[in-house]
């Protein structure tokens, strides 16, 4: 009768009465009952906040699910939903009353039929997403009525369950960290140096295919400088210690790219990630990274072999490894669309703004493994070539001179060589020689500046020793009147009158070659 009585009152008066008549509280009969209710209001979500949920709603009509109402006794568990903005759970409260009469919310003079919830705590809950696609979940009334009531009871199970997935860590949680905005995409040429217009191609080119979403396959002569622009890439957008550099290799296998079993210290097998999973984890517990990758000389690889259950991963479809972790649970490769799942060490989510950058010389492809379609239709191709070597007019050689002038003011610039323009000319001419017949870039002809530069005339000057050690492993695959051509060209411009670099190409190259054969 007590109780009876008492929910006619305000919470205060009740209190109130009690607290006069020295009356502990009754208890609230049977067991406790959990419900689910959707909020829109804000305003009592605060430590002892309450809020009166009628039974009818704004056009006086009774809401569906009115058994929820009726069932609601004070003690009950609940489970506070925000509808708007945020569409998650924000925290849990309980009933302090019952079905019971107030005046309503909604402006009708008549009381109105409902119940008073009073807040409990604050949550950074789960998101409808996450209680719908939740295996535990699913069957339940809750999910088979997609949220469409207002106030929805639970079983005890699932009202812990959704708060087990309160307290989930989600990859969702580390959106800031993983996230790399376009405006932080940096092409910068720092230690390298293009024609203007060429570096204006390179640079537009690598900065939109990087804002696009692809990944960049940088390919050229040697020595055009690919590698070194993929660093400072990395460098500049995700920072000195969130990318790594790799070589690829024709040994290659998904065991090196993917990962697989591995022997520990304690004679047991554990999944060892390899190099491109690796970047997606920072630490043991599978605490989600974005550390770009640097493949160079990807070609070298078989890449069909080397990347073949990554395909999937790369055009964003999740893949399940053969694998499992140390408790059992299968290793997975997730993609960006289920950022809303739990982190673990068997889980390894690939961020939106995940890349990578690879390098390819395009001597090598004659040689080397062709990349299939289905792989280079995720990459974007860009080209980084060498610049136009001006000719010689009427025995001048000022524009070329000026040229490698331009090159050793960057070199220069970094410390590592002086400016000694008795050099250019001849340096220049060494450059155009060999690129008539095989192209190299700027960076081994920096090697070979450097080589001279210290040299105070070109009389002095050993230009045979840097050809042999840098331009001449260059030149594997050319035909033996290119190489007798090429090899008579360079002897004239330095003047080899000990013959070493006729000596030395026929052993290198294993060739009879003569001077004047290929004239």
């Known amino acids: 009768m007590l109780q009876a009585y008492l929910c006619h009152l305000t919470p205060e008066a009740g209190a109130y009465l009690l607290d006069a008549a020295a009356i502990e509280p009754p208890e609230p009969e049977g067991e406790t009952q959990y419900f689910w209710v959707n909020a829109e209001a804000t305003d009592w979500h605060q430590e002892g906040?309450?809020?009166?949920?009628?039974?009818?709603?704004?056009?006086?009509?009774?809401?569906?699910?009115?058994?929820?109402?009726?069932?609601?006794?004070?003690?009950?568990?609940?489970?506070?939903?925000?509808?708007?903005?945020?569409?998650?759970?924000?925290?849990?409260?309980?009933?302090?009353?019952?079905?019971?009469?107030?005046?309503?919310?909604?402006?009708?003079?008549?009381?109105?039929?409902?119940?008073?919830?009073?807040?409990?705590?604050?949550?950074?809950?789960?998101?409808?997403?996450?209680?719908?696609?939740?295996?535990?979940?699913?069957?339940?009334?809750?999910?088979?009525?997609?949220?469409?009531?207002?106030?929805?009871?639970?079983?005890?199970?699932?009202?812990?369950?959704?708060?087990?997935?309160?307290?989930?860590?989600?990859?969702?949680?580390?959106?800031?960290?993983?996230?790399?905005?376009?405006?932080?995409?940096?092409?910068?040429?720092?230690?390298?140096?293009?024609?203007?217009e060429e570096w204006d191609r390179i640079q537009s080119r690598v900065e939109q295919a990087l804002a696009n979403g692809n990944h960049v396959l940088l390919f050229g002569p040697p020595g055009t400088g690919k590698t070194k622009l993929a660093r400072q890439v990395c460098e500049a957008t995700v920072g000195e210690d969130t990318y790594e550099l790799v070589t690829a290799s024709a040994d290659w296998s998904t065991f090196d790219t993917v990962g697989g079993y591995q022997t520990t210290t304690q004679n047991t097998l554990e999944f060892e990630p390899g190099v491109v999973l690796d970047r997606f984890q920072a630490d043991g517990d599978g605490t989600p990274a974005n550390e770009w990758l640097v493949i160079d000389e990807l070609n070298r690889a078989d890449i069909d072999k080397a990347f073949g259950s990554l395909f999937s991963a790369l055009t964003g479809e999740s893949v399940t490894l053969p694998f499992d972790d140390a408790d059992g649970d299968p290793i997975e490769i997730l993609d960006a669309s289920r950022s809303h799942e739990e982190i673990g060490q068997n889980r390894f989510f690939i961020p939106e703004d995940w890349r990578m950058l690879a390098t390819m010389n395009t001597l090598d492809k004659t040689s080397l493994y062709e990349m299939s379609y289905a792989f280079m239709r995720r990459w974007a191709f860009v080209p980084v070539g060498i610049p136009d070597l001006p000719a010689r007019e009427d025995g001048d050689d000022s524009a070329l001179e000026s040229l490698v002038a331009d090159y050793v003011a960057v070199w220069a610039a970094n410390g590592g060589v002086p400016e000694a323009d008795q050099h250019y000319e001849t340096v220049g001419r060494i450059w155009r020689a060999v690129n008539e017949q095989?192209?190299?870039?700027?960076?081994?002809?920096?090697?070979?500046?450097?080589?001279?530069?210290?040299?105070s005339s070109t009389d002095t000057a050993d230009y045979v020793s840097p050809i042999i050690m840098y331009v001449f492993p260059q030149l594997e695959g050319l035909r033996r009147n290119e190489l007798e051509q090429l090899i008579g060209a360079l002897d004239e411009i330095v003047d080899d009158e000990t013959g070493e670099l006729w000596t030395v190409a026929r052993d290198f190259f294993q060739i009879d070659l003569q001077p004047g054969g290929g004239e």
């Open 438 to 455: 095989r192209a190299i870039g700027p960076a081994i002809v920096e090697d070979i500046y450097e080589h001279v530069a210290a040299a």
């Open 49 to 196: 906040g309450e809020s009166f949920y009628q039974v009818t709603n704004s056009a006086g009509e009774t809401r569906r699910n009115l058994e929820a109402y009726q069932e609601a006794m004070p003690g009950d568990q609940v489970l506070i939903y925000q509808i708007a903005p945020v569409k998650e759970v924000v925290g849990r409260a309980h009933v302090v009353r019952g079905l019971h009469e107030e005046a309503s919310t909604s402006g009708y003079s008549e009381p109105v039929e409902g119940i008073t919830l009073q807040w409990e705590e604050s949550l950074d809950g789960a998101s409808w997403r996450d209680v719908k696609s939740d295996a535990e979940l699913d069957g339940s009334r809750l999910v088979e009525s997609d949220n469409s009531f207002v106030i929805t009871q639970l079983t005890e199970g699932e009202y812990e369950r959704i708060l087990e997935l309160c307290e989930m860590t989600r990859f969702d949680d580390f959106a800031s960290e993983l996230s790399v905005p376009d405006s932080e995409i940096a092409v910068e040429q720092e230690h390298l140096h293009f024609p203007e």
